[in-house]
Nanobody, 125 residues
Framework: VQLQASGGGLVQAGGSLRLSCAAS????????VGWFRQAPGKEREFVAA????????RYTDSVKGRFTISRDNAKNTVYLQMNSLKAEDTAVYYC???????????????????WGQGTQVTVSS
């Protein structure tokens, strides 16, 4: 499966953005999808994940209550709605997928086999 992340941009602190991760190729299989981010000089970190059916979600503590992950399987797209953005949310955001129907969602990058190219999110303070 191929992943295409989009929706990044420049926004003021307190603003919102919605990222999209569109899948193509072998979309007939079921995939867990996660969002990760990497700021300059820092390691890639987990942000959020959603199960293949959207029934289970998981978030890193720093985004709970501000970010919402969801999916529309009819459109083969996963979304990350980001509200109340902070300067520390500035990073390149990547979506990733793992072929699984497990409802236990992974927060480590090595669990994901497929990666998109990343989209830049910049939050000005």
């Amino acid at each position: 499966v191929q992943l295409q992340a989009s929706g990044g941009g420049l926004v003021q602190a307190g603003g919102s953005l919605r990222l999209s991760c569109a899948a193509s190729g072998r979309t007939e299989f079921s995939y867990m999808v996660g969002w990760f981010r990497q700021a300059p000089g820092k390691e890639r970190e987990f942000v959020a994940a959603v199960s293949w059916d959207g029934g289970s979600t998981r978030y890193t503590d720093s985004v709970k209550g501000r970010f919402t992950i969801s999916r529309d399987n009819a459109k083969n797209t996963v979304y990350l709605q980001m509200n109340s953005l902070k300067a520390e949310d500035t990073a390149v955001y990547y979506c990733a997928a793992e072929r699984t129907r497990s409802m236990v969602l992974a927060d480590t990058s090595r669990r994901y086999d497929y990666w998109g190219q990343g989209t830049q999110v910049t939050v000005s303070s």
